[in-house]
């Protein structure tokens, strides 16, 4: 029997202690959690401002009620504060101030991200607000009948930022989406796929200023406009939406880092210290792409990370396969996919790397009715063949093709063995020569 205690009940915090409640018996698992809710969908944000959901309940999957049911003892709205690795003990204050000390055999770190902050003046005005908790998007969702917030600017237009400039569209504001490169999800789209989404976005009305660093948030008490390197916007509210810091400070003197300040993990979610595990955003992943460890913050990886350290904390030796960072966006009727690395991200990162890119109807030209275009760009390394990555876009739902490239980008699977994959054609679906084989063809 082992003592686990775990810090950070979100997704990957929910995801090990579920792991080891459901499949070990005998262990005495402690949860703390400084908020006052576990496992909110941030994805489901924006639908809720967007009013394309009726509501927030939805969007949480467990409760402290139901993990105590299985046999854990959790405490909500207690911070861990300190940790005595050489002792074991964590010791943890609850909102009304008492402290808990609690020894653990077995620790799990689960306490995730925070929002990047930028270090501009009128940061802390009324009206400018972080998207993270669900306590953001309640404040958000309050501010949105006042009438006196006309214009909103999103500050970054990574996937919160142009998910959100969406959903504040939709209820009426009039949107400025601003970024300091030269386009939206530069992360995980090359530029044919990122101009897609620009006209996307444009034509909704959406005004967009990239290229831009915001130096100052303007007002008195209340925002009152957004100054940049390259302009000034008259807007009532500011959405700060510029990345994810993995929130490490508890334990980052004591624990090998990555260069963000993420806990460095081995496969099997060890830290640097045997018995200490970190899982979900606030460790790092090994990036079959890049064949490297790298930091990559999804929810998909929190939930995969706590299932590997929930085995391994009760005796199981489970090692994890790696992640290519999948991800998907849908904004209006746009659908955009990707995995892996783009081209320019792999030639950035020094490889010779070359693309295979394809755009055709998704099936024969004899269906006429809900026959959409596909585009699909499949990047791979020139001297080994290795696929690198690949990203996709379209009107319909799409998705399903990117898991196969997931999955051989995690095999090292070369863009030759896809040039005759038996891919099925039936009108319904496809083409008999269609998009993925063509695109694989077409490489040089
Ligand atoms: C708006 C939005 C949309 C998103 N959409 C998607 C999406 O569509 N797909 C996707 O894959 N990912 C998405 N993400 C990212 C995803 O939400 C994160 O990757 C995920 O939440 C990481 O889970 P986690 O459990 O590791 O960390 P977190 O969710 O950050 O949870 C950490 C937990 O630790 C607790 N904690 C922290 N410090 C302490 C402490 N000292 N003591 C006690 N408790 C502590 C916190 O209260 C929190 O509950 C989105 C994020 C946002 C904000
Ligand atoms: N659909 C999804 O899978 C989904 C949705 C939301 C969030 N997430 C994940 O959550 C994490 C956080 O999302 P995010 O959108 O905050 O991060 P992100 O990395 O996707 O985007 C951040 C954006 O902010 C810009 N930026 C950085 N500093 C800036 C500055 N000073 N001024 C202006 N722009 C600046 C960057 O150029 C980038 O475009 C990411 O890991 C993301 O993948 C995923």
């Known amino acids: 029997m082992s003592k686990i205690v775990l810090v950070g009940a979100n997704h990957a915090g929910t995801a090990a202690v579920n792991t080891i409640l459901d499949n070990y018996e005998n262990n005495e698992v402690v949860v703390f959690d400084r908020n006052s809710n576990i496992s909110f969908l941030g994805c489901g944000m924006a639908l809720w401002i ?52 609690e020894t653990y055999d077995k620790l799990i770190l689960a306490t995730g991200s925070l929002p990047i902050s930028p270090k501009i003046k009128g940061s802390n005005l009324e009206n400018v607000q972080f998207v993270k908790l669900y306590q953001d998007a309640q404040k958000a969702i309050e501010l949105l009948p006042n009438k006196d ?26 949107v400025t989406l601003i970024d300091a490169a030269e386009s939206c999800l530069t992360r995980y789209y090359d530029s044919e ?93 090994y990036d079959n792409s890049i064949q490297d460890t790298n930091y990559i913050a999804l929810a998909t990886n929190a939930v995969r990370s706590g299932i590997v350290a929930g085995h391994n904390v009760c005796g199981t030796k489970l090692e994890s396969i790696g992640v290519q960072g999948s991800n998907g966006i849908s904004i209006y009727d746009l659908k955009m996919v990707s995995t892996g690395m783009t081209l320019e991200v792999a030639k950035s990162r020094g490889y010779d790397a070359e693309s295979a890119d394809w755009a055709d109807l998704q099936k024969p030209e004899f269906i006429e009715d809900d026959n959409t275009e596909v585009m699909v760009k499949i990047v791979y390394d020139k001297a080994t063949r290795r696929i690198l990555g690949a990203q996709m876009a379209s009107s319909i739902d799409i998705s399903m093709g990117i898991h196969m490239f997931s999955l051989a980008i995690q ?27 063509m695109a694989a063809l077409s490489a040089k």
């Open 50 to 101: 967007g009013e394309q959901i009726k509501g927030p309940e939805g969007l949480f999957y467990m409760t402290k009620e139901r993990i105590e049911e299985k046999g854990a003892k959790v405490h909500l709205e207690t911070e861990i504060q300190h940790i005595d690795f050489e002792k074991k003990v964590v010791k943890a204050v609850n909102k009304n101030g008492e402290v808990i000390n």
């Open 411 to 437: 095999e090292q699977l070369t863009i030759d063995k896809l040039k005759l994959l038996d891919i099925f054609f039936l009108p319904h679906f496809n083409k008999p020569y269609n998009y993925i084989t």
């Open 149 to 174: 917030i006309k214009r909103v600017a999103v500050v970054g237009a990574g996937y919160i930022g142009v998910e959100l400039a969406e959903a504040f569209q939709r209820c009426g504001k009039k």
């Open 193 to 285: 796929f990122r101009k897609k989404m620009e006209d996307n976005l444009r034509n909704k009305g959406i005004d967009l200023q990239f290229n831009q660093m915001v130096s100052e948030i303007k007002g008195d008490t209340k925002v009152e406009g957004v100054l940049t390197d390259k302009g000034e916007y008259d807007v009532d509210m500011v959405v700060l939406a510029i990345g994810f810091r993995p929130n490490t400070d508890i334990a980052k003197d004591s624990l090998e880092t990555f260069k963000n300040g993420a806990y460095k993990v081995n496969l099997n979610q060890q830290t640097s210290k045997e018995d200490v595990y970190a899982i979900g955003d606030c460790a790092t992943v």
